[in-house]
């Protein structure tokens, strides 16, 4: 995961509540084996114009098909943002499409949580100040906003400014680049030093691994 402090992008809106997981990747994209190429299928069915199946193109009047957008490493949405069934598969979507930050009012619980652990920053804020921030990128694509993380505070071009909440442990995580492995991977040292004088407890190991093992003299 990519160490992230302080994010600076025009940012994509999306004025709709309750966009769910089923919405930001389709259930059958689940199936596939690989953790890479989700960003392919973000908004699926708003994206493409599936009417003709054998001749699926892009849906000009979606957002994320809009030339002025491209390049938007922030999304703007509406209340509870991610509801709906539990899949990880929803934060790779956005994050290998290019969103580093989703601004909403708020968040599904479960969401919340998997877009923390693969580098996405979730701001919630007031819903006036979403409108504010959604009406000045629906009118001026080329706005910029800027996420601090560390100081916890979103602004932009146009003189906004607001502060928002985030868990300290999700924040160190973040600022840091730590997702759930190299967390642990932090901790080599204590974890090969405990490995080594657990083997010591012979009475403590399962049979199956004391197996050719040499047990104690009595």
């Known amino acids: 995961m990519t160490p992230i402090n302080e ?13 769910d997981t ?29 009417d003709v199946p054998d001749s699926i193109t892009p849906n000009a009047s979606f957002v994320i098909n809009k030339p002025e957008y491209h390049g938007a490493q922030i999304l703007i949405a509406e209340r509870n943002f991610g509801c709906g069934s539990s899949r990880e598969h929803a934060a790779w979507a956005l994050n290998q499409f290019g969103f580093l930050a989703v601004i909403a009012p708020t968040f599904a619980d479960i969401f919340y949580s998997n877009a923390g652990k693969n580098g996405i920053i979730l701001v919630r804020l007031q819903e006036d100040h979403v409108k504010t921030l959604m ?84």
């Not at 930001?24 to 994206?47: A, H, S």
């Not at 049979?207 to 104690?216: M, R």
């Open 7 to 19: 994010l600076k992008s025009k940012a994509m809106p999306l004025p709709l509540p309750n966009i």
């Open 22 to 50: 089923d919405q930001i990747i389709p259930k059958q994209f689940l199936k596939r084996i690989e953790r890479t190429g989700y960003g392919d299928f973000l908004f699926y069915d708003w994206r493409y114009n599936l």
């Open 135 to 218: 009406g000045r990128s629906t009118k001026n694509p080329d706005s910029i906003i800027t996420i601090n993380l560390e100081h916890q505070t979103v602004t932009d071009d146009e003189g906004f400014h607001a502060r928002f909440e985030i868990e300290p442990f999700r924040k160190f995580c973040l600022l840091n680049g730590y997702d759930d492995i190299s967390l642990t991977l932090r901790h080599t040292e204590a974890l090969t030093s405990f490995e080594a004088a657990h083997e010591k407890r012979l009475w403590a190991m399962p049979k199956s691994h004391l197996a050719g093992a040499s047990q104690p003299a009595i």
